[in-house]
């Protein structure tokens, strides 16, 4: 059974901080896109990043652009989002997301399977 688990969510000040890592079990996805999402209350899940299975494939929403960076250990079957000069409208839950296979990484039909979600809050 496959499984994504989130993990490094948290309440950060504004200008702060946080390291998501999302540890996947159940199959090999190092040949598998991976990526990022979030989702603020009453608002739709959009793209966070997303990373291709070569790692050199790399994409950011305009809005996180320059700040967060993600980055995968496919040793470890692991995925990481580093999120730097967070801003309280980055609050939201952010979820873990796996492809079966290389696909485009920013629309969620591109991904089969997902975590249960880390909340981050960013205080003003």
């Known amino acids: 059974q496959v499984q994504l688990v989130e993990s490094g969510g948290g309440l950060v000040q504004d200008g702060g901080s946080l390291r998501l890592t999302c540890a996947a079990s159940?199959?090999?996805?190092?040949?598998?896109?991976m990526g990022w999402f979030r989702q603020a209350p009453g608002k739709e899940r959009e793209f966070v990043a997303g990373?291709?299975?070569?790692?050199?494939?790399?994409g950011y929403s305009d809005s996180v652009k320059g700040r967060f960076t993600i980055s995968r250990d496919n040793a470890k079957n692991t995925v990481r989002l580093q999120l730097n000069s967070l801003k309280p409208e980055d609050t939201a839950v952010y979820y873990c997301?796996?492809?079966?296979?290389?696909?485009?990484?920013?629309?969620?039909?591109?991904?089969?399977?997902w975590g249960q979600g880390t909340q981050v809050t960013v205080s003003s």
């Open positions: 159940g199959r090999d996805f190092s040949s598998s896109t």
């Open positions: 990373i291709r299975w070569t790692g050199g494939n790399i």
């Open positions: 997301a796996a492809a079966n296979g290389d696909t485009a990484y920013g629309f969620t039909s591109g991904y089969d399977y």
